[in-house]
């Protein structure tokens, strides 16, 4: 039962490791010096960046809203 569970558990990593790395993937618009945007990854996001997300994209977890329009 414990090697069952073991296994269980190894799976659910698995899975979770794989769509880590497809949402680290997703591309996002990232607002540099000058207003100038560049596209980056998810996983290329650092503190401190402006990102400009647009109607219908994911928001990711850690940022925080400064503004929204309509």
């Not at 073991?6 to 790395?21: G, L, M, N, Q, S």
């Not at 540099?32 to 997300?53: F, N, P, R, W, Y």
Request: with cysteine.
């Amino acid at each position: 039962m414990i090697c069952l569970g073991i296994i269980k558990e190894a799976i659910v990593e698995v899975t979770r490791w794989k769509e880590d790395k497809k949402v680290n993937k997703t591309p996002c618009t990232r607002v540099c010096h000058l207003g100038k945007e560049e596209t980056i990854t998810l996983s290329d996001v650092k503190a401190g960046d402006i990102l400009k997300i647009k109607d219908g994209e994911m928001i990711p977890a850690d940022c925080v809203i400064l503004c929204t329009k309509k």
